[in-house]
């Protein structure tokens, strides 16, 4: 809006710019924002397996690896034949066996890409209840080329 006015030199014209109605509008569609924005929730449903399991504290040097292949087959890095597949029994039983000479070995799971996400927890879970004081997954780090 121009506006103007007398002074000694006559008319001369003075530039304003009235700013409220940017500063309401800007006011009201930050909370059209802050109301919309609790509402959206973007994910993929899924069913996650149902097992029981505890939490875990701090890490330790040296532990059991259990892995699971693509097929959901075990193979535990302590005992006897460790490029073998065992199954939940015996993969319990070696767990025990590490676990009553060294109490505080964490157990850590590495499992395939491929594999079923509840085999993996069923791995954790048979750890447990061997009696591991603490559970984790393993992951490889990425590839540079694969970022």
Not at 34 to 57: D, N, R
Not at 124 to 141: C, D, F, S, Y
């Amino acid at each position: 809006m121009l506006k103007r006015t007398r002074g000694r030199q006559g008319r001369r014209l003075v530039a304003e710019i009235n700013v409220v109605p940017y500063i309401d509008v800007m006011l009201v569609l930050l909370v059209i924002f802050m109301v919309t924005a609790p509402l959206i929730t973007l994910g993929v449903k899924v069913e996650l397996p149902e097992e029981q399991a505890g939490a875990i504290s701090a890490q330790s040097s040296e532990s059991i690896v259990i892995t699971v292949d693509a097929f959901g087959d075990f193979y535990v890095d302590a005992g006897s034949d460790k490029h073998l597949p065992v199954d939940e029994a015996t993969l319990q039983e070696r767990i025990r066996a590490v676990l009553s000479h060294r109490p505080e070995t964490p157990v850590l799971v590495r499992g395939d890409r491929a594999v079923d996400y509840g085999s993996v927890v069923r791995a954790m879970v048979v750890a447990q209840a061997a009696g591991a004081p603490q559970v984790g997954l393993m992951t490889a780090p990425l590839e540079s080329d694969e970022r």
